[in-house]
Protein backbone atom coordinates (compact mmCIF):
# COMPACT_ATOMS: atom_id res chain seq x y z
CA UNK A 1 0.00 0.00 0.00
CA UNK A 2 1.20 3.56 -0.60
CA UNK A 3 1.42 6.08 1.92
CA UNK A 4 -1.48 8.33 1.23
CA UNK A 5 -0.23 11.87 0.32
CA UNK A 6 -1.56 14.71 2.77
CA UNK A 7 -2.73 17.97 0.62
CA UNK A 8 -2.73 21.83 1.97
CA UNK A 9 -5.38 23.71 0.71
CA UNK A 10 -4.37 27.73 1.80
CA UNK A 11 -7.33 30.32 1.32
CA UNK A 12 -6.94 33.95 0.15
CA UNK A 13 -7.66 36.48 2.82
CA UNK A 14 -4.74 39.26 2.39
CA UNK A 15 -3.02 40.28 5.95
CA UNK A 16 -4.62 37.26 7.28
CA UNK A 17 -2.96 35.02 5.30
CA UNK A 18 0.10 35.07 7.64
CA UNK A 19 -1.66 32.53 9.77
CA UNK A 20 -0.79 30.34 7.07
CA UNK A 21 2.31 29.99 8.31
CA UNK A 22 1.13 29.48 11.92
CA UNK A 23 -0.94 26.46 10.77
CA UNK A 24 1.88 25.16 8.85
CA UNK A 25 4.19 24.88 11.65
CA UNK A 26 1.67 23.66 14.34
CA UNK A 27 0.98 20.92 11.95
CA UNK A 28 4.78 20.22 11.46
CA UNK A 29 4.66 20.20 15.46
CA UNK A 30 1.64 17.38 15.55
CA UNK A 31 3.86 15.20 12.82
CA UNK A 32 1.54 16.76 9.90
CA UNK A 33 3.88 17.74 6.68
CA UNK A 34 1.74 18.86 3.79
CA UNK A 35 3.04 16.70 0.46
CA UNK A 36 1.24 18.73 -2.12
CA UNK A 37 0.13 22.61 -1.80
CA UNK A 38 -2.09 24.96 -3.27
CA UNK A 39 -3.00 28.40 -2.65
CA UNK A 40 -5.13 31.27 -3.99
CA UNK A 41 -3.51 34.62 -3.09
CA UNK A 42 -1.90 35.51 -0.24
CA UNK A 43 -2.35 31.39 0.56
CA UNK A 44 -0.27 30.94 -3.08
CA UNK A 45 2.91 33.26 -1.49
CA UNK A 46 3.07 31.05 1.58
CA UNK A 47 2.21 27.78 -0.20
CA UNK A 48 5.00 28.59 -2.63
CA UNK A 49 7.36 29.63 0.38
CA UNK A 50 6.53 26.15 2.03
CA UNK A 51 6.99 24.16 -1.06
CA UNK A 52 10.06 25.89 -1.93
CA UNK A 53 11.39 25.19 1.38
CA UNK A 54 11.61 28.81 2.26
CA UNK A 55 8.88 29.20 5.11
CA UNK A 56 11.67 30.22 6.88
CA UNK A 57 13.03 33.14 4.86
CA UNK A 58 9.84 34.71 4.33
CA UNK A 59 8.80 34.12 7.93
CA UNK A 60 11.66 36.30 8.79
CA UNK A 61 10.91 39.01 6.79
CA UNK A 62 7.09 39.34 7.77
CA UNK A 63 8.16 38.99 11.18
CA UNK A 64 10.13 42.70 10.88
CA UNK A 65 7.80 44.16 8.92
CA UNK A 66 6.50 47.45 10.25
CA UNK A 67 3.34 49.79 8.94
CA UNK A 68 6.06 52.04 7.65
CA UNK A 69 7.60 49.16 5.67
CA UNK A 70 3.71 48.14 4.25
CA UNK A 71 2.63 51.40 3.26
CA UNK A 72 6.84 51.86 1.73
CA UNK A 73 5.70 48.89 -0.76
CA UNK A 74 2.74 50.31 -1.90
CA UNK A 75 2.94 51.81 -5.75
CA UNK A 76 -0.15 53.60 -6.62
CA UNK A 77 -1.64 53.37 -10.21
CA UNK A 78 -5.37 54.67 -9.98
CA UNK A 79 -5.14 54.23 -14.07
CA UNK A 80 -3.80 50.36 -14.59
CA UNK A 81 -6.94 48.61 -12.88
CA UNK A 82 -6.44 49.56 -9.52
CA UNK A 83 -5.39 51.40 -7.12
CA UNK A 84 -1.51 49.66 -6.63
CA UNK A 85 0.66 48.20 -9.25
CA UNK A 86 1.94 45.41 -6.98
CA UNK A 87 5.54 45.98 -8.33
CA UNK A 88 7.22 47.02 -5.98
CA UNK A 89 5.63 44.37 -3.26
CA UNK A 90 6.79 41.83 -5.74
CA UNK A 91 10.17 42.83 -6.22
CA UNK A 92 10.67 43.03 -2.08
CA UNK A 93 9.41 39.94 -2.21
CA UNK A 94 11.86 38.61 -4.89
CA UNK A 95 14.33 39.94 -2.88
CA UNK A 96 13.81 37.59 0.01
CA UNK A 97 12.69 34.19 -1.40
CA UNK A 98 14.35 33.00 -4.93
CA UNK A 99 12.08 32.42 -7.56
CA UNK A 100 11.91 28.67 -9.13
CA UNK A 101 10.13 27.15 -12.14
CA UNK A 102 7.07 25.19 -10.30
CA UNK A 103 7.65 21.93 -12.64
CA UNK A 104 10.86 21.77 -10.30
CA UNK A 105 10.15 22.60 -6.84
CA UNK A 106 10.43 19.68 -3.95
CA UNK A 107 6.78 19.46 -3.44
CA UNK A 108 3.64 19.57 -6.26
CA UNK A 109 2.27 23.13 -6.06
CA UNK A 110 -0.37 25.31 -7.67
CA UNK A 111 -1.89 28.24 -7.71
CA UNK A 112 -5.06 30.02 -8.52
CA UNK A 113 -6.27 32.66 -10.64
CA UNK A 114 -9.02 34.01 -12.39
CA UNK A 115 -8.88 35.38 -16.43
CA UNK A 116 -10.55 38.89 -16.32
CA UNK A 117 -12.08 38.39 -19.64
CA UNK A 118 -13.59 35.12 -19.18
CA UNK A 119 -14.28 34.38 -15.77
CA UNK A 120 -12.23 31.22 -16.31
CA UNK A 121 -10.79 29.50 -13.29
CA UNK A 122 -6.70 29.20 -14.12
CA UNK A 123 -4.57 26.92 -12.36
CA UNK A 124 -0.92 27.90 -12.55
CA UNK A 125 1.08 24.74 -12.22
CA UNK A 126 4.16 25.51 -14.18
CA UNK A 127 6.44 28.35 -15.10
CA UNK A 128 8.03 30.80 -12.81
CA UNK A 129 6.72 30.37 -9.00
CA UNK A 130 6.83 33.89 -7.70
CA UNK A 131 4.91 35.03 -11.20
CA UNK A 132 2.18 32.75 -10.48
CA UNK A 133 1.89 34.30 -6.89
CA UNK A 134 1.45 37.60 -8.49
CA UNK A 135 -1.28 36.59 -11.23
CA UNK A 136 -2.96 34.76 -8.12
CA UNK A 137 -3.22 38.06 -5.99
CA UNK A 138 -4.66 40.94 -8.08
CA UNK A 139 -7.17 41.44 -5.44
CA UNK A 140 -10.26 43.52 -7.49
CA UNK A 141 -10.04 47.23 -7.01
CA UNK A 142 -6.92 47.18 -5.06
CA UNK A 143 -3.76 45.43 -6.77
CA UNK A 144 -3.83 46.21 -10.67
CA UNK A 145 -4.48 42.92 -13.06
CA UNK A 146 -1.30 41.01 -14.39
CA UNK A 147 -1.14 40.02 -17.82
CA UNK A 148 0.40 36.13 -17.47
CA UNK A 149 0.03 33.85 -20.04
CA UNK A 150 -1.59 36.16 -22.61
CA UNK A 151 -4.48 36.24 -19.73
CA UNK A 152 -5.31 39.25 -17.66
CA UNK A 153 -5.42 37.49 -14.27
CA UNK A 154 -6.90 38.77 -11.30
CA UNK A 155 -7.48 37.15 -7.41
CA UNK A 156 -7.64 33.16 -7.29
CA UNK A 157 -10.27 33.84 -4.05
CA UNK A 158 -12.70 35.52 -6.41
CA UNK A 159 -13.21 32.00 -8.21
CA UNK A 160 -11.91 29.48 -6.08
CA UNK A 161 -11.19 31.34 -1.96
CA UNK A 162 -9.80 27.83 -0.88
CA UNK A 163 -8.79 25.32 -3.47
CA UNK A 164 -9.37 21.97 -2.26
CA UNK A 165 -10.29 20.64 -6.02
CA UNK A 166 -6.64 21.75 -7.47
CA UNK A 167 -5.24 19.96 -4.57
CA UNK A 168 -7.12 16.58 -4.66
CA UNK A 169 -6.35 17.38 -8.74
CA UNK A 170 -2.74 17.60 -7.92
CA UNK A 171 -3.02 14.07 -5.99
CA UNK A 172 -3.96 14.87 -2.17
CA UNK A 173 -5.80 11.81 -1.22
CA UNK A 174 -6.40 13.90 2.27
CA UNK A 175 -7.20 17.52 2.14
CA UNK A 176 -6.43 20.06 5.30
CA UNK A 177 -7.97 23.23 4.03
CA UNK A 178 -7.35 26.84 5.25
CA UNK A 179 -10.43 29.56 4.92
CA UNK A 180 -9.67 32.88 6.03
CA UNK A 181 -12.71 34.53 5.72
CA UNK A 182 -14.87 32.38 7.62
CA UNK A 183 -17.93 34.13 10.02
CA UNK A 184 -16.36 33.93 13.50
CA UNK A 185 -16.73 30.51 15.35
CA UNK A 186 -17.27 28.36 12.46
CA UNK A 187 -17.08 25.07 13.99
CA UNK A 188 -13.82 22.71 12.46
CA UNK A 189 -15.21 19.88 10.09
CA UNK A 190 -13.76 16.75 9.46
CA UNK A 191 -14.81 14.55 6.42
CA UNK A 192 -14.03 11.20 6.32
CA UNK A 193 -12.34 10.00 2.85
CA UNK A 194 -13.65 8.25 0.31
CA UNK A 195 -12.38 5.05 -0.65
CA UNK A 196 -8.39 5.05 -0.83
CA UNK A 197 -7.31 5.33 -4.06
CA UNK A 198 9.55 42.59 15.30
CA UNK A 199 11.32 45.65 14.55
CA UNK A 200 9.44 48.52 16.56
CA UNK A 201 7.61 51.49 14.49
CA UNK A 202 10.61 53.51 16.28
CA UNK A 203 13.23 51.71 14.75
CA UNK A 204 13.20 54.02 11.33
CA UNK A 205 14.42 56.34 13.07
CA UNK A 206 17.86 56.37 12.06
CA UNK A 207 17.54 55.26 8.64
CA UNK A 208 18.08 58.42 5.79
CA UNK A 209 14.65 59.96 4.74
CA UNK A 210 13.88 58.76 1.02
CA UNK A 211 13.32 60.56 -2.09
CA UNK A 212 11.03 63.95 -1.10
CA UNK A 213 11.80 63.48 2.42
CA UNK A 214 10.48 62.24 5.63
CA UNK A 215 7.10 65.34 5.64
CA UNK A 216 6.18 63.57 2.25
CA UNK A 217 6.48 59.96 3.07
CA UNK A 218 5.10 60.82 6.52
CA UNK A 219 2.02 62.84 4.84
CA UNK A 220 1.62 59.57 2.66
CA UNK A 221 1.56 57.24 5.88
CA UNK A 222 -0.91 59.29 7.23
CA UNK A 223 -3.25 59.34 4.07
CA UNK A 224 -2.75 55.50 4.00
CA UNK A 225 -3.85 55.30 7.72
CA UNK A 226 -6.88 57.35 7.33
CA UNK A 227 -8.19 55.37 4.13
CA UNK A 228 -7.73 52.35 5.92
CA UNK A 229 -8.36 52.25 9.47
CA UNK A 230 -12.32 53.02 9.28
CA UNK A 231 -11.94 49.04 7.48
CA UNK A 232 -12.99 45.75 10.03
CA UNK A 233 -13.13 43.14 8.25
CA UNK A 234 -15.33 41.07 10.47
CA UNK A 235 -17.73 43.97 9.45
CA UNK A 236 -19.98 41.81 7.40
CA UNK A 237 -20.74 39.84 10.42
CA UNK A 238 -21.71 42.62 12.06
CA UNK A 239 -25.17 44.65 12.85
CA UNK A 240 -25.44 47.44 10.25
CA UNK A 241 -23.23 50.91 11.88
CA UNK A 242 -25.81 53.11 13.09
CA UNK A 243 -24.28 56.75 12.12
CA UNK A 244 -24.73 58.19 8.95
CA UNK A 245 -21.11 58.20 7.27
CA UNK A 246 -21.00 56.35 3.98
CA UNK A 247 -18.02 53.55 3.96
CA UNK A 248 -14.68 54.28 2.21
CA UNK A 249 -13.54 53.28 -1.31
CA UNK A 250 -11.26 50.14 0.89
CA UNK A 251 -14.44 49.26 2.82
CA UNK A 252 -16.16 48.89 -0.22
CA UNK A 253 -13.84 46.79 -2.18
CA UNK A 254 -12.46 44.80 0.83
CA UNK A 255 -15.87 44.11 2.03
CA UNK A 256 -17.09 42.97 -0.84
CA UNK A 257 -14.80 41.30 -1.80
CA UNK A 258 -14.66 39.17 1.51
CA UNK A 259 -18.60 38.32 1.54
CA UNK A 260 -17.97 36.99 -1.91
CA UNK A 261 -15.57 34.45 -0.87
CA UNK A 262 -16.88 33.16 1.56
CA UNK A 263 -20.10 32.11 -0.15
CA UNK A 264 -18.26 30.88 -2.62
CA UNK A 265 -15.79 28.83 -0.19
CA UNK A 266 -19.18 27.45 1.48
CA UNK A 267 -20.93 26.62 -1.79
CA UNK A 268 -17.56 25.04 -3.30
CA UNK A 269 -16.79 23.09 -0.17
CA UNK A 270 -20.12 21.68 0.16
CA UNK A 271 -19.86 19.88 -2.73
CA UNK A 272 -16.28 19.06 -2.62
CA UNK A 273 -15.34 19.03 0.91
CA UNK A 274 -11.50 18.48 2.38
CA UNK A 275 -11.34 16.79 4.97
CA UNK A 276 -10.23 19.06 7.89
CA UNK A 277 -11.42 22.60 7.84
CA UNK A 278 -9.60 25.05 9.34
CA UNK A 279 -10.58 28.53 9.74
CA UNK A 280 -9.13 31.17 12.08
CA UNK A 281 -10.52 33.76 13.88
CA UNK A 282 -9.31 36.70 12.31
CA UNK A 283 -12.03 39.23 12.22
CA UNK A 284 -10.11 41.43 13.75
CA UNK A 285 -7.81 41.95 11.08
CA UNK A 286 -7.52 45.02 9.12
CA UNK A 287 -6.48 44.33 5.18
CA UNK A 288 -3.37 45.81 5.08
CA UNK A 289 -2.30 44.35 8.53
CA UNK A 290 1.02 42.61 7.06
CA UNK A 291 2.74 44.11 10.20
CA UNK A 292 1.18 42.41 12.34
CA UNK A 293 2.76 39.14 11.48
CA UNK A 294 3.27 37.32 15.30
CA UNK A 295 -0.23 38.00 16.09
CA UNK A 296 -1.68 36.14 12.79
CA UNK A 297 0.82 33.14 12.94
CA UNK A 298 0.02 32.30 16.34
CA UNK A 299 -3.78 32.48 15.69
CA UNK A 300 -2.83 29.71 13.21
CA UNK A 301 -1.19 28.06 15.64
CA UNK A 302 -4.34 27.93 18.07
CA UNK A 303 -6.33 27.07 15.32
CA UNK A 304 -4.51 23.61 14.78
CA UNK A 305 -4.28 23.40 18.38
CA UNK A 306 -8.20 23.41 18.90
CA UNK A 307 -8.55 20.73 16.21
CA UNK A 308 -5.80 18.13 17.36
CA UNK A 309 -8.95 15.73 17.98
CA UNK A 310 -10.00 16.39 14.18
CA UNK A 311 -5.95 15.58 13.59
CA UNK A 312 -5.37 12.33 15.69
CA UNK A 313 -8.43 11.25 13.32
CA UNK A 314 -7.11 12.38 10.38
CA UNK A 315 -3.70 10.32 11.50
CA UNK A 316 -6.18 6.82 12.27
CA UNK A 317 -7.14 6.97 8.78
CA UNK A 318 -3.82 7.51 7.40
CA UNK A 319 -2.58 4.38 9.38
Known amino acids: MTTPKIGLALGSGSARGWAHVG?????EDAGIKADIIAGASVGSLVGAAQASDQLDTLESWIMGLTKRDVWGLLDTAFSRGGVMRGNKL?????????????EDLPAPFGAVAADLHTGQEIWIQEGSMLNAVRASSGLPGLFSPMLY???WMIDGGVVNPVPVSMCRALGADYVIAVNLNAHYGKPVRFHKPQAASTKADGEQQNEQPSEGGWASRERWIEMMDGLMDTFRSDQQNSPARLDDNPPGLFDVIAGSVNIMQDRITRS???GDPPNIMLSPNL???QLMDF????????????????????????KDWMS
Open 268 to 270: RTA
Open 23 to 27: VIRAL
Open 283 to 285: SHF
Open 90 to 102: MRAIGEQIKDFNI
Open 149 to 151: QRR
Open 291 to 314: HRAAEAIEVGRTTVQRAQEELEEL
